[in-house]
């Protein structure tokens, strides 16, 4: 079991928490070496369905030994089938998907984050739609944190490329600190995709 550190925040930085979704899939391994090369810490909040054979097994499993560099986080077992209307109106079956997940994927910590949805839950704050709260407030009343999101970096649907360069992804986040818009002040979280790159 890894071991969870408190984190002690500088009140006069700026924090940006880059997060990949949707791992393991083609891309992570990319992302998770060219993060480790730089010395960038991410999340990579993983699908245990697409942990299918034993060569994805093992993706998950490198990511998650890299602790602290990494961060292996739960991103649901089947990431709704698509079908997130059908998944939200079924609160107490989306939660059981998420602790499938969780063991599954052997998530060291609790922390999720909603396929197809930005809603949060931590330190006693709870930030999600009318049709994502029910399995929220399921998920931490068994100690779950909720990660949303403040930025997306979008893809193209068919290709998954990326739409913004590096540097409108930069001017979107300085925007976000700067109008004080994202979820926690002077912090702004970044969604992405292993499969953009």
């Not at 949707?22 to 060219?34: E, I, L, R, S, W």
């Not at 909720?146 to 300085?174: C, T």
């Amino acid at each position: 079991q890894l071991q969870s550190t408190p984190i002690v925040y500088d009140s006069t930085k700026k924090y940006v928490y880059l997060t990949f979704d949707d791992g393991p899939q083609p891309g992570t391994v990319q992302c998770f070496n060219a993060c480790k090369n730089a010395s960038i810490k991410a999340t990579f909040f993983m699908v245990g369905a697409h942990a299918s054979s034993p060569q994805l097994k093992q993706i998950v499993k490198d990511i998650k030994l890299a602790y602290p560099q990494s961060l292996l986080a739960n991103h649901s077992y089947t990431h709704a089938n698509g079908r997130y209307q059908y998944f939200y109106n079924h609160p107490q079956m989306a939660a059981a998907d998420f602790y499938k997940a969780q063991q599954s994927l052997e998530v060291p910590f609790k922390i999720i984050r909603l396929p197809g949805n930005t809603s949060w839950v931590f330190n006693n704050k709870l930030k999600a739609s009318n049709q994502t709260k029910p399995v929220c407030k399921i998920l931490d009343s068994v100690g779950y944190n909720v990660i949303g999101w403040d930025v997306e970096w979008n893809f193209r649907r068919g290709s998954s490329y990326p739409v913004e360069s590096a540097e409108k992804m930069y001017s979107k986040v300085v925007s976000a600190l700067n109008s004080n818009s994202t979820m926690q002040k002077n912090h702004v979280v970044i969604l992405t995709h292993d499969r953009m790159f």
